[in-house]
């Protein structure tokens, strides 16, 4: 895992101070999916998409 883990460490902590970070899921996500922690990863990848998604709605991007 190596430095994988550290990075899910880091994003653990952007994530603490920010539960809505889309881009903290995702780094997250991918660092995961280099661990070969392929479900973790795919929950990540979902929230990221999800709070990205609602980001931009709210800044009028999304119509659905």
Do not use: C, P, T, W
């Amino acid at each position: 895992m190596g430095n994988h883990q550290f990075a899910v460490n880091d994003f653990n902590q952007a994530i603490k101070i920010d539960l809505e970070f889309s881009d903290a899921y995702y780094r997250r996500g991918v660092s995961k999916l280099k661990s070969k922690l392929y479900h973790e990863a795919i929950a990540d990848f979902k929230k990221s998409y999800e709070f990205d998604k609602k980001e931009k709605k709210n800044a009028g991007v999304f119509d659905g």
